[in-house]
């Protein structure tokens, strides 16, 4: 008994992929190519489909907590495009644990990681109350290890009553370095098992000129990061800045936290990025972001009301003092940062370094820190063929905020001692 479609709208270049029965569907694809939307609403349609009673989906991103702001979201979203005002009727979404379920066929979706053992345990004792667990998307895929991948593999077996059902496992990930192992089990072999699948952002006909005008951008000035993210060709990050940091669920009480602070980054053609920093035990916590593009100065603090705390402290680029008095007139405690002078070292070397000496613990819905410290790097010399000691200047504006938030822990000597009040408290 599926209800009446309402806005849901699908790419063609997908078509394959969602009439494909192979075990192995894997889709590699540059940045908005369609991948996540378009998979997710391929599972939502034949989970809501009686023709595919008994059939449950497990949703698998490295790190567990990162589900809810993507997998999770995506699959609800789908939901409503499918469904509109029918959606809960047709679907119980739960928040938590973070499952959904068809009400009109009782197929469910479950939501999993494969950081460490115990998650990996959890994995392995998933059972089901009707029917099978037959279909697992893994988002983000490169992140998993070949071992990760093996176990849930393994958790596919077995007679299944209704004949219209198929095991099979899907991937999504952009192809982040052609010495991956995906690349060599599922591309460079051959098999009658596996479905493999490319999409770049062109092929995605929901992409607004904005974006594209980015992506032109990112051609220019990281062309190897275009080559992978503009393109989907198996290329290289190498040369990873940041490796210091993790995905967590941390606090948000600011009273867990020896200090706090907001850091931002000013951007229009770039994205606008605003961060809730804190400081605990010499590490650094994220606690939660705005990233916006194409959005003028009062259209972004009114995005911001409510997100950010007006008693923390906002450190942001000392050179746009027009902004800053901006966000002062509604009682943001907004400063400049300005450029210390450094004897050798370049200032932002000196910032990276302050940062390698520590860990920082990032709240998942962060999402675009997240993805701009995955791909953030060191400049290629290719003639000497050696990283420089220079960033590629290019999908950092959430880094930036980062930095600019810290300014007044890292240049403390003695943070210990300080005034406390100074930083929101
Ligand atoms: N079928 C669709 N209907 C409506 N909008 C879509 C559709 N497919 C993609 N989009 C739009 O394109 C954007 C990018 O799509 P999506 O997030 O699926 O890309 P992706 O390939 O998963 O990218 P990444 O590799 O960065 O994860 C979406 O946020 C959405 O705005
Ligand atoms: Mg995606």
Same mark, same amino acid.
């Given at each position: 008994?599926?209800?009446?479609?309402?806005?849901?709208?699908?790419?063609?270049? #997908?078509?394959?992929?969602?009439?494909?029965?192979? %075990?192995?569907?894997? /889709?590699?694809?540059?940045?908005?190519?369609?991948?996540?939307?378009?998979? =997710?609403?391929?599972?939502?349609?034949?989970?809501?489909?009686?023709?595919?009673?008994?059939?449950? *989906?497990?949703?698998?991103?490295?790190?567990?907590?990162?589900?809810?702001?993507?997998?999770?979201?995506?699959?609800?979203?789908?939901?409503?495009?499918?469904?509109?005002?029918?959606?809960?009727?047709?679907?119980?979404?739960?928040?938590?644990?973070?499952?959904?379920?068809?009400?009109?066929?009782?197929?469910?979706?479950?939501?999993?990681?494969?950081?460490?053992?115990?998650? %990996?345990?959890?994995?392995?004792?998933?059972?089901?109350?009707? @029917?099978?667990? &037959?279909?697992? !998307?893994?988002? +983000?895929?490169?992140?998993?290890?070949?071992?990760?991948?093996?176990?849930?593999?393994?958790?596919?077996?077995?007679?299944?009553?209704?004949?219209?059902?198929?095991?099979?496992?899907?991937?999504? #990930?952009?192809?982040?370095?052609?010495?991956?192992?995906?690349?060599?089990?599922?591309?460079?072999?051959?098999?009658?098992?596996?479905?493999?699948?490319?999409?770049?952002?062109?092929?995605?006909?929901?992409?607004?000129?904005?974006?594209?005008?980015?992506?032109?951008?990112?051609?220019?000035?990281?062309?190897? @990061?275009?080559?992978?993210?503009? /393109?989907?060709?198996? @290329?290289?990050? @190498?040369?990873?800045?940041?490796?210091?940091?993790?995905?967590?669920?941390?606090?948000?009480?600011?009273?867990?936290?020896?200090?706090?602070?907001?850091?931002? $980054? #000013?951007?229009?053609?770039? =994205?606008?990025?605003?961060? &809730? *920093? =804190?400081?605990?035990?010499? $590490?650094?916590?994220?606690?939660?972001? /705005?990233?916006?593009?194409?959005?003028?100065?009062?259209?972004?603090?009114?995005?911001?009301?409510?997100?950010?705390?007006?008693?923390?402290?906002?450190?942001?680029?000392?050179? +746009?003092?027009?902004?800053?008095?901006?966000?002062?007139?509604?009682?943001?405690?907004?400063?400049?940062?300005?450029?210390?002078?450094?004897?050798?070292?370049?200032?932002?070397?000196?910032?990276?370094? !302050?940062?390698?000496?520590?860990?920082?613990?990032?709240?998942?819905?962060?999402?675009? *820190?997240?993805?701009?410290?995955?791909?953030?790097?060191?400049?290629?010399?290719?003639?000497?063929?050696?990283?420089?000691?220079?960033?590629?200047?290019?999908?950092?504006?959430?880094?930036?905020?980062? %930095?600019?938030?810290? +300014?007044?822990?890292?240049?403390?000597?003695?943070?210990?001692?300080?005034?406390?009040?100074?930083?929101?408290?």
């Amino acid at each position: 008994m599926v209800k009446k479609r309402v806005k849901v709208k699908w790419n063609r270049i #997908f078509k394959p992929v969602n009439d494909c029965k192979k %075990r192995y569907r894997i /889709l590699k694809g540059s940045a908005g190519s369609g991948k996540s939307v378009n998979i =997710a609403q391929d599972y939502i349609k034949k989970l809501s489909d009686e023709k595919y009673k008994g059939a449950n *989906l497990l949703v698998v991103r490295k790190v567990d907590e990162s589900n809810r702001d993507s997998t999770f979201a995506e699959l609800q979203g789908a939901i409503y495009r499918l469904f509109g005002e029918d959606a809960e009727r047709v679907w119980k979404i739960n928040q938590s644990p973070l499952s959904l379920e068809c009400k009109t066929t009782g197929n469910r979706i479950i939501f999993r990681g494969m950081k460490d053992d115990k998650q %990996r345990e959890k994995v392995k004792s998933i059972s089901v109350k009707q @029917g099978k667990l &037959t279909w697992i !998307w893994i988002e +983000e895929a490169t992140e998993l290890t070949e071992a990760d991948v093996d176990i849930l593999d393994d958790r596919l077996r077995g007679e299944l009553d209704n004949p219209n059902l198929f095991y099979q496992m899907t991937f999504t #990930f952009n192809p982040v370095s052609s010495t991956h192992w995906i690349k060599s089990k599922y591309f460079d072999t051959k098999h009658e098992d596996i479905f493999t699948h490319h999409s770049t952002y062109l092929n995605n006909r929901f992409i607004d000129d904005a974006y594209h005008r980015r992506m032109m951008m990112r051609k220019e000035r990281d062309p190897d @990061g275009y080559e992978i993210y503009g /393109l989907g060709n198996w @290329g290289e990050v @190498g040369g990873q800045i940041f490796t210091n940091w993790e995905v967590k669920e941390i606090s948000q009480n600011p009273n867990d936290y020896e200090y706090t602070s907001i850091g931002q $980054d #000013f951007g229009f053609n770039h =994205a606008n990025a605003i961060l &809730t *920093l =804190a400081y605990k035990d010499e $590490d650094i916590y994220v606690l939660n972001e /705005l990233y916006l593009y194409e959005k003028d100065t009062n259209e972004i603090i009114e995005e911001a009301e409510g997100k950010f705390d007006k008693k923390i402290h906002m450190y942001c680029d000392s050179a +746009e003092a027009d902004r800053i008095k901006m966000w002062k007139k509604v009682r943001y405690r907004a400063s400049g940062v300005s450029k210390e002078q450094t004897t050798g070292k370049k200032y932002i070397n000196v910032q990276i370094d !302050w940062f390698k000496q520590r860990r920082i613990y990032i709240h998942p819905s962060c999402k675009n *820190l997240i993805k701009e410290l995955s791909q953030w790097k060191w400049k290629f010399d290719d003639k000497t063929s050696t990283y420089l000691d220079e960033p590629v200047p290019f999908f950092d504006d959430a880094i930036a905020a980062m %930095r600019y938030g810290v +300014e007044p822990w890292r240049k403390s000597k003695k943070l210990k001692s300080m005034d406390i009040s100074k930083f929101g408290f």
